[in-house]
């Protein structure tokens, strides 16, 4: 989620400059109370206040494309699939998967999964219906998988699928999946997989371009009702939902571009919820005092890094990495920067992770100690104060998308850092498109600042990323940027996957955070916090860790 | 006239595949692309943004994809936006009223307004209401657009709370009161900058012709002052003005992009922002198209209007 306020392409340059010509004003303390009623606001106050029952999400970036199998903007398209759509089981806030289309989670006791781990057997719910009427089968199941399987169809990711060898409606209500090999993960691939109406998509020519994917059917807990292009999403509830009908007799999803202006259709009430990509931290302050509503802490599943292109001269001793980790003022970074909102971390994953490594040592803002282990690695201060070896300079440019205003001062206070123990770091930011183009996959960089999270997260599944034969600059298939090699990471990641038993994982992921945080191929720092804001008159919503986004039980809001 | 107007079409047309071909070019060879929001995806794998980029054309050289791309529009298909899946043609055209509608009225105040200003300031040349005007257009033409616009929002809308903070209609009621009520800000802060250079025009103009020998002529008539101003010097007046009509349709293009941004108006503005940071490459070259068909079409129609009101000009072809 963070990753959405900070990173997406949309998040634009000229709107975080905004930001700061808007802060200046957003922070005149004469905003808070001054609402002067005047003859406009009387006659109109009345239509400003939602009715009873109804909810506005505001939204920072617009969602265009509803198929929950081909969107690629996590956040407020991810949003719209939760509404409408339904997957096999969710997710709920302590982690726990709950049966939502399927009738019971599968597991090797109940004899949904057999003793091999290779095949998986799902009843699924007799009582569900799309949204037109039509009966929920195993066949949409099915289908589901032969769309996100077709080389012709652009679903963004397979989620994982590309593991499964053969899958068969047993009956109406059944479906059974035999998996090429073991795969641990699979359990988060059908979390997050939502499924699609085989009735109306079988016989369209093109699904790319299908009417379907701007007006949906699913499901889910609300219908989508309408939608005005550059404004907002009407959604009406479905009252044979099979959870349950919803509380809530309109959910509107709102998108309003700028972050200054959605702050303040918050504070007048035209919006009841401001989440997604979050109060700015800077806002935070003032978010809390205003009457009439409250805010919250979602922690995300996103963590920001130092990626190291471990490709370059300049970083491939992991002594120079480490001794940049270490002479990075962290809580300085988090505090000054976030507010102190973002939750500190060593590892890819938050904290708050069941399979988070409680062991790890922070080896600590040491300058001195930095500086030593340089000297101890051969890279002596030149003429030019900066340091060198072999004629290789530690001088070096990092990048992130232009305009992310959080971002750049964290770059200063990161370049104040390192510095001090004379090495010398260029700021190189560019707008989204190119960063985290061939630049980002090819390893073009130097280092990047940059929030991910695991592929399949909350399974902490991290091969995509870390395995040799995922670089893509060598011409393997994977996410590993940093271009970072270790024979035991690739071992212990392909066992990681293939164990089932959640004790016995755990003990290697342990293993695996610990060997990230000595080799430090990228320097964990924090994971976000997204800051909600909601409005006193919203029940019902709950934040969730482990979803991208907080909607996951709209059928459980309400509005008074 | 029709020779002229037939002439100046074909013009346009050459002038128009010059700018597609420009545009296209210059758009792919702009570093980065379309597939860097893949990348910011977690769930997305490199394999998985190889395979969309063939389903996208995007591996063809780029003379093909604009070939593909020319034919499509010449036979009435604009392509299917990258991340919308949605035809662009429908994605534009369900925005031009939101951005003709705001562009519109922004030009009929800033019209009204701004001769008024003008003529007022060439009456009265020197005085008070003179300098006074001056220095606001001074101001307003110095502002960038998105500054006042945040003023405006935090002005009227969050201290004093008389319009909202932004959208073009409310989300629980969209009646005509409250689409007017909507639309008072942003055609406002657009028209601010148009009305300084409106006035500003219509002053030099006015007080060039006020001290031409007809109308000393009209005044020794003895017509009151009133008819002479009315009906011989703003009349004369029209034809630069018209033309300033013309040349200021990309500066109102551009102010509409930022003002759409700043108060959430859907319309062309905001789709061509997030057009552009996401590099949907075929919506920005329909928005570009149809930006450059209203500049092109634009100015021609106010050859035109300038050869029907002023009778010494004559149209060749």
Same mark, same amino acid.
Request: aromatic share 10%.
């Given at each position: 989620?963070s ?6 392409p949309t998040?634009?340059?000229r ?6 010509g808007?802060?200046?004003?957003v ?8 609402v002067t ?14 009715? $009873?029952?109804?909810?506005v999400l505001?939204?920072?970036?617009e969602?265009v494309?509803f ?5 690629v903007?996590t956040g407020?398209e ?8 339904d997957?096999?089981w969710?997710i ?7 049966p939502n ?5 599968p ?9 091999d ?5 799902i009843k699924?719910?007799?009582? $569900?219906?799309?949204h ?12 589901t998988l032969?769309t996100?399987l077709?080389?012709k169809?652009?679903?963004r990711s ?13 009956d109406d209500?059944t479906?059974k999946?035999k998996?090429k ?5 699979y359990?988060?691939s059908w979390?997050?997989?939502?499924i ?9 020519a093109?699904?790319?371009t ?18 005005v292009a ?5 959604f ?5 939902y099979h959870?349950g ?6 959910l509107?999803q709102k998108?309003?571009?700028d ?6 259709q918050f504070q007048?009430g035209?919006?009841?919820i ?5 109060i700015p931290p ?6 809390k005092?205003?009457a ?9 599943p996103?963590v920001?890094?130092i990626y ?6 300049q970083?491939?001793?992991k002594r ?6 270490m002479?990075?003022d962290?809580? $300085?970074w988090?505090d ?11 590892s890819?994953l ?7 490594n ?12 930095a500086?030593a282990?340089?000297e ?5 201060a030149?003429s030019?104060g900066v ?5 290789v ?6 990048s992130?998308?232009?305009?992310n205003k ?5 770059q ?9 123990i ?6 190189k930011?560019m707008p ?9 996959v090819?390893s073009e960089y ?13 399974d902490p599944d991290y ?9 893509p600059?060598k011409g ?9 090699e270790?024979?035991e990471?690739?071992?212990l ?8 038993d ?5 003990k290697?992921?342990d293993?695996?955070q610990e060997i990230?945080?000595?080799?430090m191929p990228?320097?964990?720092?924090? $994971?976000y916090?997204?800051?909600i804001?909601i409005k006193?008159r919203?029940?019902?919503y709950?934040?969730n860790?482990?979803?991208p986004?907080n909607s996951w039980?709209t059928?459980?809001?309400?509005a008074? | ?5 037939l002439?100046?079409?074909l ?6 595949i ?6 296209f070019?210059l758009m ?9 929001v ?6 997305v ?7 969309v ?5 995007l591996?063809?050289?780029v ?12 036979t009435?298909?604009w ?5 919308g899946?949605?035809e662009?043609r ?5 925005r031009l009223?939101?951005t003709f ?6 030009m009929?105040?800033a019209?009204?307004?701004g ?11 020197g005085?008070?209401f ?15 657009t998105?500054w006042?616009g ?12 008389w319009?909202?903070?932004g959208?073009?209609a409310?989300?629980t009621?969209?009646?005509?009161l409250?689409r007017l ?9 657009l028209a601010f ?5 409106w006035s ?9 012709i006020l001290?031409q020998?007809f ?9 009151a002052s009133?008819t002479?101003l009315l009906?011989?010097?703003v009349?004369?007046a029209?034809a ?5 009509a013309?040349?200021q349709?990309p ?7 930022v003002t759409?941004?700043?108060f959430s108006?859907p319309g062309?503005g905001l789709l061509f ?7 949907d490459?075929p919506?920005l070259?329909?928005i570009?198209m149809v ?17 029907l009101?002023d009778?010494?000009?004559k149209?060749h072809g």
């Open positions: 989620m990753e959405n306020s900070n990173e997406r998040a634009l340059n709107r975080d400059f905004l930001k700061v808007g802060t200046a004003a922070s005149v303390p004469a905003m808070s109370g001054m009623a005047t003859a406009i606001g009387a006659l109109t106050s009345s239509a400003r206040a939602a009715a $009873a029952g109804q909810c505001g939204v920072t970036q969602a494309n198929n929950p199998l081909l969107y903007n407020v991810t949003s719209v699939e939760f509404i409408v759509f997957n096999l969710k709920d806030p302590a982690g726990k998967f709950v289309l399927a009738t019971e989670i597991t090797q006791q109940n004899g949904g999964i057999s003793a781990g290779l095949t998986w057997t699924l719910r007799t009582d $569900a219906t799309w037109d009427g039509a009966p929920f089968t195993a066949a949409d199941v099915v289908f032969d996100l077709n080389p169809v652009t679903v397979r989620n994982g699928h590309e593991n499964v060898e053969t899958y068969t409606a047993v209500h479906i999946i998996l090999e073991a795969f641990a993960p359990m988060v979390q997050k997989t939502s699609i109406p085989k009735h109306i998509l079988a016989d369209v093109d699904i790319n299908a009417p379907f994917n701007t007006s949906p059917i699913g499901t889910g807990p609300f219908k989508f009702a309408n939608r550059g404004s907002e999403i009407e009406e509830p479905n009252a044979k959870g009908a919803p509380k809530l007799s309109k509107i998108f309003v571009p972050q200054q202006t959605l702050y303040a007048t035209e919006v009841d401001y989440d997604t990509q979050g800077l806002l935070y302050e003032k978010a005092k205003l009439g509503s409250k805010t919250m802490l979602s922690p995300s996103f920001e890094f190291f292109n471990c490709g370059k001269p970083f491939q001793d120079v990495r480490k001794a940049i980790y002479a990075i962290k809580k $300085a988090i000054s920067v976030y507010y102190g909102v973002p939750i500190p971390t060593l890819f938050p904290s708050n992770h069941w399979a988070y409680k062991a790890l040592v922070d080896p600590g803002f040491n300058p001195a100690k500086a282990l340089l101890e690695a051969g890279w002596k030149a030019d340091r060198a070896k072999d004629g300079r530690l001088a070096f440019t990092m992130t998308t232009a305009g959080s971002r750049e001062l964290a200063q206070v990161v370049q104040q850092n390192l510095k001090k004379n090495v010398e770091m260029t700021i930011n989204a498109s190119v960063v985290w183009g061939d630049y980002c090819k130097d280092t990047l600042m940059v929030g991910w999270d695991a592929l399949l997260y909350p091969g995509d990323r870390i395995k040799s034969n995922a670089i600059a393997g298939n994977g996410s590993n940027y940093v271009q970072y270790n024979k990471i690739d071992e990641c392909a066992k990681g996957v293939n164990v089932v959640q004790a016995e994982r755990k290697i992921y293993r695996i990230l945080l000595d080799d990228f320097a964990p720092i924090f $994971a916090q997204v800051i804001g006193d919203i029940g019902g709950a934040v860790p482990y979803t986004i039980n059928a459980d809001w309400t008074s | 006239m029709r020779r002229f107007i002439h100046r079409l013009q346009a047309a050459i002038l128009l010059g700018v597609s071909i420009i545009g070019a792919h060879l702009a570093p980065g692309g379309p597939l860097a893949y990348t910011l995806n977690p769930t794998t490199s394999q998985d943004i190889e395979r980029k063939v389903l996208f054309g591996d063809q050289p003379y093909v994809q604009y070939l593909k791309w020319a034919r499509g529009l010449l009435g298909h392509g299917f936006s990258f991340f899946g949605q662009v429908v994605i534009v055209l369900e009223p939101a509608l705001l562009m519109g009225s922004s009929m105040l019209l009204v307004v001769v008024s200003i003008g003529v007022l300031a060439a009456v009265r040349r005085s008070g003179d300098y006074a005007t001056a220095i606001m257009a001074m101001i307003a033409l110095s502002l960038p998105f006042f945040l003023l405006a929002i935090f002005t009227f809308a969050q201290t004093l709370g319009f909202p903070a959208g073009i409310s989300a009621d969209a009646g005509l409250d009520w909507h639309l008072v800000l942003p055609m406002s802060v900058v148009l009305v300084a250079q500003r025009y219509t002053r030099s103009a006015m007080i060039e001290s020998d109308i000393r002529t009209a005044r020794a008539k003895g017509l009133g002479v009906n011989h010097a009349r004369a029209l630069p003005l018209i033309t300033l013309g040349l349709l500066l109102l293009v551009g102010g509409a992009l759409e941004t700043v108006w062309m922002i997030n057009a552009l940071n996401t590099r490459y919506i070259m329909a570009l930006g450059a068909v209203v500049v092109v079409l634009g100015n021609l129609l106010a050859d035109i209007l300038v050869a009101v009778p010494r000009v149209l």
